[in-house]
């Protein structure tokens, strides 16, 4: 019998970024010394739990409320996970903003890591940004880039676009609580194929989602729920009591409006378009090198 596949999401306690982005829906600060102490020993005791499950098959994708990659327990769980072989996938949200090297000097397993980076204008130079891309691309780094879809980062996000391979693909956000126009939705479109996806709020009351069967949501105290959305609780990870409560669900909240929830949704075909490349949002056509689409614009849902 084949070894069950869990995704996990991990957040810990980490919150403390080097970006200030105004239109960021995550809390900055600065954390203490102790508070940074307590982040890194719940993500190594984490890494050490996953490191034991030699009978499951886990794909973890790390989504911290601030910036792990400049911190170096990130990095090194990063490089422990991506070695093992009963992990799929290890993959984190960065802004990029991090040295690269760790990469490609001997580190981890480049066929298992992957890299969500995000593009901020006005925190970071473009050209600094895109150096780090080039880097990423020079050293057979699997990744994907975008950015947030307000007006004034259109240009940027043109920009990039015309500068990055082809086979990177650049993804456009909707902004929180913004309504396009069918001409905005087209330029970012023009830039995303997918963006249809990001610009409305999707229907999910009473929907099936993978979320809290095949998919769950870990904290550093190691809290599981079945999604970063959803507060009720389905056990512990580390006394094994989540695993009495996998099974099928139904969504409980009436809409979804983030990527790294809906994207679990059943009634939307993601699982097909981002297919080996869910966590790290990389589409499996980009994957072979070819165009986007067509997009099944049947399944997208108001």
Known sequence: MDPAHLTIL????LASCDYDCPYCPFAKRRDSSEQLRADRAALERFTAWAAAQTDDRLSVLFTPWGEGLVRSWYRRALTELSRLPHIRRVAIQTNLSCRTDWLTEGGPDLGTLALWCTYHPGQTPYDRFLAKCRELTAGGVRFSVGVVGFPEHLAEA????AALPAEVYLWANAAEGRTYTDEEAAHWTALDPLFPYSRHPHRSAGLPCRTGESVISVDGDGTVRRCHFVRAE????YDGSYRRALRPRACPLAVCDCHIGYVHLE???LYDVFAGGVLERVPAAVSQGQQIGPLRLDVVTR
């Open 10 to 13: 991990y957040r810990g306690p």
């Open 158 to 161: 043109r920009r990039l676009r």
């Open 234 to 237: 389905l056990g512990n990870l």
């Open 267 to 269: 009634t939307l075909p």
